[in-house]
């Protein structure tokens, strides 16, 4: 399983099938959306989902942190899914054995307490961290000056086979000032993007990173 380089903003960064991506000069791994929790939290509501969602996120996670060997994890946003549930208890106990620190960029589903944050050892930060020529935030559509690098949206493609063949798959979207990282969840769902013409898509298949812009491009135009 390969990373693809890409350039972005001047800065080479790696994108793993995983969906997250490592940046070589600064050492961090970052990725969004984890969802942690969410399986816990719609079960209150009925909803019989299984545990081995949060189980397969984490150990990709671990995968990525054994090959890469960051000096930091960087998480942009709903790590958690929810308030308080029987979830948080597996993942604290992931994030108190990293060898590096993680720290959370909040989003809109990080709702707990801060000290189930300070004991799990997750250093939360304010709503965006710069480190040129990154902004680093949750809503990775928002407009803060510099690149902005987030997610939020869950980006996703939608690949047609010549026998009508049909294939959602999650993407990292980078455009001219922003840029959007899959959701690294499982479960998490997908929103179809409509990209524009110059921006790149590149599609994350369970064993690699696949540049779609040129497929999409000819969609596009068939559909004209």
Known sequence: MASLEVTVAGEQLLLH???????????????????????????????????????????????????????????????????????????????????????LVPGNHDVLADRRYAEAGIRVCDERVEEGPFVFTHDGTADLGGYVLGGHLHP????????QQRLRLPCFWFGDRNGLLPAMGAGTGLHIIAPKAGERVLACTDRAVLDVGASLAGQAAQRR
């Open 156 to 163: 996703g493609v939608v690949l047609h086979g010549r026998g």
């Open 17 to 103: 099938p995983h969906r997250a991506l490592y940046w070589p000069r600064m050492r961090w791994l970052v990725a969004s959306d984890l969802h942690l929790g969410k399986a816990a939290h719609l079960r209150k509501g009925g909803l019989p989902l299984p545990e081995s969602h949060d189980e397969r996120t984490i150990q990709r996670l671990h995968d990525l942190v054994n090959s890469f060997r960051p000096e930091r994890i960087v998480v942009l946003g709903d790590l958690f899914h929810s308030s308080m549930n029987a979830g948080w208890e597996r993942v604290s106990q992931w994030t108190t054995t990293l060898p590096c620190p993680l720290h």
